[in-house]
């Protein structure tokens, strides 16, 4: 008993005078997990930004409740005038955008759809399984992001010609069903999110890869679905350039529509106002209802327990 009592002797002094080292860098820092509270400066610095990404809108909304000689005087107006309903409905009746909001929803809902579907497929396929070829694959993926839209313009509309989609939605939802970009953001997002382990123990229950992908895959993938899938569903829903070639006057999208209102060689600036406010409310609406659930899937997935 004495011999095991003078052998821990050391060992305990040696421990404790390692824990009283001024110099020995610690784990735990004085106000570690504290939040942090931010001082006038950020106060002031956060007001300018949230200031200046509303004047936009503010100023969107002040030129469709006013005249066009109003809009243009030299003295423009700062507040909202009385003639925002009659804008509105010039706007509404003119471009049709009635059915070309129909239209932009579809689309943007079945590219945004589709882009989640096939872009977590990838990314998982890329970021856990092992197969022949794949750091040559993923390459080749990351590759196609610098090649300009433009350039695939031609061949594409002559492709969409050749099946017979010429002027059709098909001809702008099924070149967009999955994105490059989408593929490597949910590739890199898994791979730090989804351990090994959770996978190994799913295929030791005898899951198969599809059981995976249900029970596995996707709620640890959710949180990045749903900034990819808010990310896609804007800019399916702002994009002009494609469906300004791909579709007609009958059937557009709403951007296309709205194209129409300036197309005119004196147009109305507050009726073209008018229309881009028309186009922005719904995608205001979205983010009002699913911004908490992205807001909230985020902070989920920061989480480990």
């Known amino acids: 008993m004495t011999m095991t ?11 404790s005078a390692r824990r009283r080292e001024p110099g020995r860098p610690s784990r735990f820092r004085p106000g570690a997990g504290k939040q942090l509270q931010g001082g006038p400066f950020a106060y002031i610095a956060l007001a300018v930004v949230g200031i200046g990404s509303l004047l936009p809108l503010y100023w969107t909304l002040v030129a469709a ?3 066009q000689d109003e809009v243009l005087a030299t003295t423009p107006p700062f507040l909202p005038g009385g003639r925002l309903p009659h804008n509105l409905d010039a706007a509404w009746n003119q471009a049709h955008l009635g059915k070309a909001i129909v239209n932009s929803f579809v689309v943007a809902g079945c590219i945004t759809a589709a882009t989640l579907f096939f872009c977590t497929l990838a990314g998982y396929a890329f970021a856990k399984m092992r197969f022949r070829g794949r750091g040559a694959l993923m390459t ?3 590759a196609t992001l610098t090649i300009p839209p433009q350039l695939s313009v031609v061949p594409l509309f002559m492709m969409m010609s050749d099946i017979g989609w010429g002027g059709q939605l098909e001809s702008v939802i099924f070149p967009t069903l999955v994105s490059a970009f989408g593929v490597f953001f949910m590739r890199q997002y898994l791979s730090e999110a989804l351990p090994y382990e959770l996978v190994e123990a799913a295929k030791i229950d005898g899951a198969n890869n599809f059981r ?9 993938a959710r949180p990045a679905m749903m900034v990819l899938g808010m990310l896609t569903f804007v800019q399916a829903w702002n994009d002009f350039f ?3 070639l791909a579709l007609n006057q009958q059937n557009p999208t709403l951007q296309v ?4 209102l300036s197309a005119s060689y004196t147009p109305d600036q507050s009726i073209v106002m008018a ?3 028309i186009s922005t409310l719904p995608l205001l609406v979205v983010f009002v209802v699913f911004g908490k659930q992205i807001v909230g899937g985020i902070m989920s997935g920061a989480v480990k327990g």
């Open 5 to 15: 009592s003078t052998a821990k002797a050391p060992e305990a002094t040696v421990l």
């Open 65 to 67: 409740s006013h005249t």
């Open 140 to 142: 080749g993926v990351i």
């Open 212 to 220: 995976i992908v249900l029970s596995v895959v996707l709620p640890v």
């Open 242 to 244: 494609w469906p300004y």
């Open 257 to 260: 529509a709205l194209g129409q």
């Open 275 to 277: 229309g881009a406010l």
